[in-house]
C-alpha cells in the first residue's frame, strides 16, 4: 500500500460575494475531486489549532505529521535547506534581502528594485570571499529569487535569539542587530551579524556591479538586510518514524525545506514554476512515477495561493480546475486497488483578506479500506459533515499510515 | 469588523420529560436564536473538556479563550474583583460567610438567616478595625450580597494551600484552618486566617447589631467562614493577546471578576439584576453601545442559570424567549456588515439534577464571512449537526478573533 497526499496551498477560503457566497472550492468545475470526496472519507483539519493562521512553514510541518506549535524553530533553516544549503544542527540560518541604503544606511529600497539574479548573482560571488574575524565561525551565503538571499551561520555557541537589522519598510535606518536575552550565544550571534553587515557594505557600495546598475538608471544593491534567524528542528525523519521511503514535488523553497528536514527525497520537475502557470502535468507525471519507489509522496501546488494573495477569486478558481485535471491524470495512472489518495490544502487563504487565516481546510481521503461517507463534494463546508469530522493538520499522517499499516502498536 | 457574544449562563440543559423529552432551548419559541443559527455556523463547545462540569468561573475563562485547566487560581480572586476590591500578584482572596454558630463553635446556621445587607455592613465596617499581630501582612474585608463576604490578605509570603474553616454544613464544629503542603507560606497564612477568624469572632459574639437580631429573633451573626483560597492567575490581558478593546456587561460578580481579570472594561447596567427579573433590553442596550468603541463585548446573563438551579423548567423556558428578545433588538441595532454574533452556553445546568453539568453546550456564529452550515435551529442536538464541530470553550475566541483578523500567523 501506498500513499499520494496532494496540498494546494492556500486552496481553502471563505464564501466570496463575487463568487455568490460560495468559497471557489465550491465554485469550481471538478469533477474528479467530488469523485474522490465521494467514495472516500471527508472532513476538515485546523492546521495548528482552531483559529490559528498557519504559515506555509508550520502548515506542511503538521500536514507531515509534526506537532509546529512544539518543534517550530522558526523560518531561516527551512528556507535555507529549500534552496539546497546544507543545515545542520546548531547552524543558525537567516533571509536576506539585497536591499538599497543611503551613506546613513537609511533603507532607499529594501528590494534594490527586485534586482536580477544576474547581478545578485555576480555580487554574492564577492560576498563570499569575506573572512570573519572570528575563527570559530564560518558563514554561507546564496543568492536565490530575484533580491532573496539566505545565510547560514556555523560555528560552536551560536543562538537564534538575535533580532533583525531588516526595518521591515523603507524609509528608515537599518537596525542593529541585537541580542534577544542574556546568553553569551546571543551576544556572539549578534556580533558576527553586524561584522558581515558591515563587511558586506564595505565590499557592495563600490562594487562595479553596482556602478553599472547606478549608470543604468537602476538602484545599487548595496546592503544585504537580515531576519528571521532559524535554526533545524529537532524532529525524526519519516523514514525512522514510519519506515517509509517519502518523496516530495514541490518548489517553493520554504515547502521543500521543510519536505528535506522530515527526510524526504526532494524531486525536481522541468515545467514546475511556483505559479499559477506551473505545468500541472509534469507536476503529477512526478508524483506517480515518484509512488513506484516511494511508500508516501506528498505533491504540493503553490498557484491557489498566489491567486488568494492577489485577491483573484477567478484566477483561483481556474487554478482548482487545473488541479481538478491534475488529479484526474493521478486517479487514471495510479493502482487504486494499492494507493491511498488524500487532498487537502495547507491553510485558508482569503481572497478577501489576502491572508492566510485560521479557518479550517477540508480533506478527502480515498483508497481501499477507508470507511466511505457520505459527502459527495470536496469543498469547506460539504467535508464538514464527513466521517472524518474536525482533525488536527498534525493527525493526517498518522491516519495516513495507519492505512498503510506503518505504525506500531501502542500498548500490548 | 468586530463581535458580540451572548452566554446563557446554564442555557443547556438535558431532555426533560415535563418538555416531552426536549431541552428548554429546544422547548423554547426562539426565533431569533434560530435565524442566528440558519444564517450562521453552528457547533457545540466542551467548556473544559467533554464530560467536566465547569463552574461559572472556569467556563468563562475558557470562553475568553484562557486554558482554565492551566490558569484557573481558585475562585477567591474572581469574586473578590468582581465585587470591586483590588487584587494584586501575590494578593490572597477568600470567600466568606456571616454565620451563626454556639459557644463550642458549633455551627447553627452558615447563613446567619441571610442577614440582611444593612446589618452585615454594620457589622463589616467593626471588622475592618481588627488590627493583625503580624506586622508583614494586611488585609481588607468587605460584605458583599446578604450572608456573603470577600477577605483579602496582602503581605509577602502568602500563599492558597490552605484549608477552609468552612465545614460546608450546618450542626459540626467550625473547622480549624490548616496549611495544605509543609511550606512556610502556607503555614503562615492559616496562621493569619486563624487569627483573624477568632478576632473575628470576639468582636461579633457581643457586637451591638447581634444583640438587636437577638432581640428581633434572628439568629446573630457571630463568626465569619473562610473558604476558597484562591489568587490572581497569571494570564495575558485581551488586549495584549489580540490587541483588541474588549468590554463586558455582566453582574454577576464571578463573572465580572474574570472578565477583569482579562482586562475587561466591565460595564454598569441600571435594571440588570442576574435574576430572570433582570431589564434584558437594558444589557442588549448596553451591549450594542459598548461596540461603538469595543472590538469585542460579551453579554453575559445570569437567569437561565437561576432557574435551573431552582429546578423551574418553565421558568426557564420562559427566561430563554426573553433572552431571544433580547436578541432581536440586537439583531436589529448591529450593523451585520461590520459584526459576527455569537451565541452560547458557558456551561449546562440540569433542571432535573439542579447542577451543572458536563454536557458540551450549542454555539451558533453568524457574520459577515462564516462558512454557514445547514443547521437551522439553536438547539444542543441541532447545533451538534454543525459546520463547527466539536470544540472545547477555549477555542471560541481564537475562531471569533480569526474572523475579525487579529490573531498573528505561526510561522511564515
Known amino acids: 500500500m501506498k500513499a499520494l497526499l ?6 481553502a477560503d471563505r464564501p466570496l460575494k463575487e463568487l455568490g457566497w460560495k468559497t471557489p472550492l465550491e465554485a469550481a468545475k471538478k469533477p474528479s475531486m467530488d469523485h474522490l470526496a465521494s467514495v472516500g472519507i471527508c472532513g476538515i483539519l485546523d492546521p495548528i489549532a482552531p483559529g490559528i493562521p498557519p504559515g506555509s512553514d508550520t502548515a506542511t510541518l503538521s500536514l507531515l505529521g509534526y506537532d509546529a506549535l512544539k518543534v517550530y524553530p522558526g523560518r531561516g533553516a527551512f528556507e535555507a535547506l529549500g534552496w539546497g544549503l546544507e543545515v545542520a544542527e546548531g547552524d543558525v540560518c537567516l533571509r536576506c534581502n539585497f536591499a538599497t541604503v543611503d ?57 537564534t535569539a538575535v533580532s533583525d537589522s531588516d526595518p521591515g519598510i523603507n524609509g528608515v535606518k537599518v537596525r542593529e542587530i541585537k541580542p534577544l536575552d542574556s546568553s553569551p550565544e546571543a551576544k556572539f550571534t549578534a556580533e558576527i551579524l ?80 511556483g505559479t499559477p502557470q506551473t505545468d500541472y502535468i509534469a507536476k ?29 477569486a477567478k ?25 491511498y ?12 483578506t489576502r491572508k492566510h487565516e485560521g479557518d479550517p481546510v477540508p480533506l478527502a481521503i480515498m483508497g481501499p479500506y477507508v470507511r466511505g461517507d457520505d459527502v459527495e463534494e470536496f469543498g469547506e463546508r460539504a467535508c464538514a459533515k464527513g466521517g472524518l469530522g474536525r482533525l488536527r493538520g498534525k493527525h493526517l499522517m498518522p491516519i495516513l499510515m495507519n492505512l498503510l499499516c506503518k505504525i506500531k502498536k501502542f500498548g500490548a
Chains 1, 2 share one sequence.
Open 315 to 339: 484566477q483561483k478558481v481556474e487554478v482548482i480546475e487545473k488541479i481538478d485535471n491534475m488529479l484526474a491524470y493521478i486517479l487514471n495512472k495510479v493502482d487504486l486497488g494499492e494507493t
Open 194 to 273: 553586524n561584522e558581515l553587515a558591515n563587511k558586506f557594505h564595505q565590499i557592495l557600495k563600490d562594487h562595479p556591479v553596482n556602478k553599472e546598475r547606478v549608470a543604468r538608471g537602476q538602484p545599487p544593491a548595496n546592503f544585504i538586510l537580515f531576519r528571521g534567524a532559524g535554526t533545524m528542528p529537532k524532529i525524526k525523519p519519516l523514514s525512522e518514524l514510519y519506515g517509509i521511503k517519502a518523496s516530495c514535488v514541490a518548489v517553493t523553497s520554504l515547502v521543500r525545506g521543510v519536505c528535506k528536514v522530515a527526510g524526504m527525497q526532494l524531486l525536481d520537475v522541468k515545467g514546475a514554476t
Open 103 to 159: 551613506e546613513n544606511l537609511t533603507v532607499l529600497d529594501r528590494r534594490a528594485g527586485r534586482i536580477a539574479e544576474a547581478d545578485a548573482s555576480k555580487l554574492a560571488e564577492s560576498l563570499k570571499k569575506i573572512k570573519l574575524s572570528r575563527k570559530n565561525a564560518e558563514f554561507f551565503f546564496i543568492n536565490t529569487v530575484q533580491h532573496r538571499a539566505a545565510l547560514l551561520l556555523r560555528g560552536k555557541g551560536l543562538s
Open 341 to 352: 489518495v488524500a487532498i487537502t490544502a495547507d491553510h485558508t487563504t482569503s481572497c478577501t
Open 6 to 11: 496532494i496540498i494546494g496551498d492556500g486552496m
Open 284 to 312: 503529477a507525471k512526478a508524483a506517480v512515477q515518484a509512488l513506484e519507489n516511494s511508500d508516501f509522496v506528498m505533491l504540493h501546488v503553490k498557484a491557489p495561493d498566489v491567486a488568494s494573495h492577489d485577491g483573484n
